[in-house]
């Protein structure tokens, strides 16, 4: 019988869980990976120590506390901490020939084989908690779970190291899995990047201040402190990450962009766009992850509500007009441009791209490079894709006049325009455009879509609770007074295993979508306010704000009332 299916028994069998709580472990075990029992426990269906007496009686064994119960060095030396990672085991103590080893499965035989030939010894059985074990690895042996040296373990040895000599002694070519033989600044380098991705992190920000340095990652939106290596480290990890990254080292006075990849066991490749700012007390370093796997390229796929997409999906497949996304750094444009853009690459289209930077490389698509330093940029890109018998051009922004004058001069002549600009709303890109200098009699007649989003953090899907939300409430929020009977059974996370706690589990766009119809192009050419037109589009022109599109997501149980108010606006008509 298997490891896996005599566990499943006994815990059944003694009623400690369920047939519908074991099936949710093994859905968390799939998703997360490690053992069953793990994910038993990670989802509260039993507790560790419930489960470790309870192997202890099945099998007749002792149990031990490993947070109470000091190891026996000489036991220690019996087994090296990569091995009992790999074996989740630890030697407890050690008796001539007899060896005690802590396990957390006891009917593992081959484990225990495993183990009395590396260590030689005769093996006796004790039973601990996994998490007690994995703590217990970490404390004597300096490893975390995954057999890298412990995040306080590094910043412990850094504080001794010579930052001058270490930071140059690798290059980007073996970022990768942190070794013995790197020094402390590398290891911690890596170890931070390793657990970015594995995090799946947005971002990383690298921050000295006047007596602390941090480090952040941005997860599903959300900044949260990894940790504070010492102040005097600052300069040796910015080097470090300026070396892999192809920055110039020397230059510390002005902003500068790099990029880096990283290369995982499993083949799969990483890029990380890079950016370093000189601050007050050093210099500042963000950097994005840019993994190709997590790109949404489907259209249908992004959250759009089913009118949305085919006004979206009407106006890229027009031959001739300019489409723009707009949205706050961080709301996933790139995403929704290059959605758009993977719909519209076909062979028998020419597609080029003007980007800064190009995020993802899409096979079949002209990407260039705009490089401003030798007076390369977007203006310039689009004057060359006119001479290149162009359909459909992306821009990565309009920032200026001129770019904006070419980008409109190429949607009015034939050709497909998607850009995008920085803005609160899609109203507010027309008002943008006209503060530019670009002619309102331009942005009416070659404007065909303008589409602002954000990003909304989703409910855990795992942990749902109903919730009930007063009246007033839903009224102050946006909710009109005839729809109230439709938002009664409303749901939010409480916060399990799967979302650590936090009861939002990954992000999903909110959209609003402006198709440009008569009375707006008139009210453009009237120069009426942004406040008007934007009462315009909504009571006219049929648009759906941010607001009304976050209702219905919280009308569906997607995300919760804290966070649709945490990120749209209320429609002040």
Known sequence: MSKKKAIDELL????????????????????????????????GHVTEKDLSEFLGEEYGLPTVDLSTFECDPEALKTLDGKTCIKYKVIPVSKAGKTLVVAFTDPSNIFIKDDVALLSRCKIEIVVASEQGILSAIEKYYGKSADGRPSFENMISEIEDEDFDSSIMSAGAEEIGEVGKEESPIISLVNAVLMDAIKLKASDIHIEPYEKRFRIRFRVDGKLTEKMQPPLSSA?????????????????RRRPQDGRLKVKLSNGKEVDFRVSCLPTLFGEKIVLRLLDKSNLQADLRDL??????????????????????????????KTTTVYSCLAELNAPDVNLSTAEDPVEFNLDGIN??????????????????????????IMVGEIRDLETASVAYKAASTGHLVVSTLHTNDATATISRLLDMGVPDFLVAEATSLVVAQRLLKKNCQHCLVDVKILDKTLLSIGVLPEEIAEYQNLKKGEGCARCNGGGQSGRMAVYEVLRLNAEIKSAIFEKVSPLELRRIAILSGGMQSLRRSALLKLKRGEVSMEEIINVTVGDDL
């Open 12 to 43: 059944v069998r003694k009623n400690l869980v369920g047939i519908d709580q074991l099936e949710d472990a093994r859905e968390l075990q799939k998703e997360k990976g490690g053992n069953l029992t793990s994910a038993l426990i990670s989802l």
């Open 303 to 332: 959250g759009l509500e089913e009118e949305q997409f085919n006004t979206i999906n009407e106006a890229i497949h027009q031959p001739q007009g300019m489409v723009l996304i707009t949205g706050p750094t961080g709301s996933g």
């Open 367 to 392: 990407q260039v490079q705009v490089q401003a330093e030798i007076g390369f940029n977007f203006a310039d890109a689009l004057k060359s894709f006119l001479r290149q018998d162009p359909e459909i």
């Open 235 to 251: 300069g040796a990890i910015t080097a470090r990450v300026k070396i892999i990254s192809k920055m110039d080292i020397a230059e």
